[in-house]
């Protein structure tokens, strides 16, 4: 898995008992080797949100694409190799999940619209470096005029608070 990624490991998880499928975060992306195809890579700026939940023992992954499925990385509790058995630490890997998303995150605003609805807006680096602006709700999921307006301005000052120019 090292080998193939050619930059340091933040931390890694396996996905499997056998130890042939793992996620890794990297400085750059989140990669997911499931062992049968190619890794998947994942920029950290496409991460709304990860979180961990002992109790499944997995982590969820949202996106900010609002039409992606949350990619949902079940972890056992430890890797077998023949007689060897090496239990999992998953707290590498959570921290660098953490940091990645947030260092993704250049600058950010909560409000609340006129109809109650709880709106974010934030400003995002890209694997190569652009800004670019997301908000949640995002603008085609507001039918009322006075949320749509109230967005655009919390979105506006997210992206004036960085040079951006408004919308």
Do not use: C
Request: charged share 30%.
């Amino acid at each position: 898995m090292r080998e193939q990624l050619h930059q340091p490991v933040l931390g890694a998880v396996p996905l499997d008992e056998d130890g042939s499928a793992w996620a890794a975060a990297t400085a750059d992306a989140l990669v997911v080797f499931s062992g049968r195809s190619r890794p998947e890579h994942h920029a950290w700026d496409e991460v709304e949100q990860g979180s961990w939940d002992a109790e499944e023992r997995a982590f969820t992954l949202r996106w900010t694409d609002l039409e992606r499925d949350d990619l949902v990385l079940e972890v056992p509790a430890g890797v077998r190799d023949g007689s060897t058995y090496a239990p999992t630490d998953v707290a590498p890997f959570a921290k660098a999940l953490r940091q990645r998303v947030e260092a993704a995150i250049i600058h950010s605003a909560v409000a609340t619209l006129p109809s109650g609805v709880t709106a974010t807006a934030s400003v995002r680096r890209a694997a190569d470096g652009d800004l670019y602006s997301v908000t949640r709700p995002t603008i085609s999921q507001i039918a009322d005029e006075e949320d749509e307006e109230a967005l655009h301005v919390l979105e506006n000052r997210v992206r004036e608070g960085v040079g951006l120019p408004t919308r």
